[in-house]
């Protein structure tokens, strides 16, 4: 058990396994993604409620059916997963009563004994953060959990979680889990930054390929009929979205990288990033993020995709 938590460069995030990815497919990435230093795993117990038939703890069996078969592997990753979100009527939230009702099926689902982070997925306005946080406070005494963080907090409610824990010396929210990528800036960068620099939050982004539309795989609305994403992308199919497109094409080439590597390498360079999530179904997409990881955009082209992702 690590207590000084280390997050790979990027993330592999794992709403992917049981849904667009079945089991053999899953374990052949998560292997390659640990032989290539990709070795932290973000899932949630909610992964992949969205998907008809799917009860939620889909990915988290997954993972568990990975790590029952090869148990060495659990010492070299770091696990995160989340709670909070509703996969029942009954089953959703944040109280104490049921966060310790789901980290026992999540730890379950996973196979282990304990999670590297533990995740607020979605703040609950019917449960006081004060009995949220003494829910972790064991957990974190039990064993059963390392470190704790949140996602989808407003500002606000992030700052207030911070203050209960300084003030009432429960445990902190130690890493924040915000949307963000070159065509999602404006909220993480006005709302939470400031919060995270001044608390040294460790910050991991989710839709960090924005669905992939930062991969410059869908450049037409029509292309985008099959996609199980249409819905999350048809947004960003607007003049900054294409400009934002177009100047990486033309860093394609001085780089000899896909615009997804490019991307990644961006946030990567962001004030207060630990790392951007990324979900792959290919080993040639987990070959790309192994190159964005060693990706060094020189400062006047990050300050220029920066200037055309400006909202």
Avoid at 1 to 20: A, C, D, V
Avoid at 39 to 59: F, K, L, P, R
Avoid at 76 to 96: F, N, R, Y
């Amino acid at each position: 058990m690590n207590q000084s938590l280390e997050f790979s460069k990027i993330i592999f995030g794992g709403n992917i396994f049981g849904w667009t990815v079945g089991q053999q497919q899953s374990f052949k990435l998560l292997d390659y993604a640990l032989d290539h230093g990709i070795n932290t795993i973000d899932t949630a117990d909610m992964y992949s409620t969205w998907v008809e038939g799917h009860q939620g703890g889909e990915s988290e069996t997954v993972i568990g059916q990975w790590l029952q078969q090869t148990p060495s592997h659990r010492d070299k990753i770091t696990l995160i997963t989340k709670v909070g979100a509703p996969l029942t009527e009954d089953k959703k939230g944040l109280s104490k009563k049921y966060i310790k009702q789901a980290v026992e099926a999540s730890l379950m689902r996973l196979n282990t004994d304990y999670l590297d982070v533990y995740l607020s997925h979605y703040p609950d306005e019917n449960t006081r953060i004060e009995e949220t946080l003494s829910a972790y406070a064991d957990l974190i005494a039990e064993g059963k959990v390392i470190k704790i963080g949140a996602s989808n907090y407003s500002g606000e409610q992030l700052q207030q979680a911070l203050a209960i824990s300084a003030s009432q010396g429960l445990p902190k929210y130690e890493i924040f889990q915000p949307g963000y990528s070159l065509v999602e800036r404006e909220q993480y960068e006005t709302e939470y930054l400031p919060t995270c620099e001044a608390n040294h939050l460790k910050v991991i982004t989710y839709f960090s390929l924005a669905a992939g539309f930062l991969s410059g795989k869908y450049r037409h609305l029509e292309q985008l009929k099959q996609s199980a994403r249409k819905r999350q992308l048809e947004r960003y199919f607007n003049e900054r979205g294409l400009n934002i497109l177009n100047t990486m094409d033309q860093l394609k080439e001085k780089y000899q990288a896909e615009l997804s590597e490019i991307a990644l390498a961006w946030t990567m360079a962001q004030p207060r990033i630990t790392a951007p999530i990324a979900s792959a179904t290919s080993t040639a997409q987990l070959d790309s993020f192994v190159k964005a990881m060693t990706l060094q955009l020189d400062s006047a082209d990050i300050k220029w995709l920066s200037q055309v992702s400006q909202y």
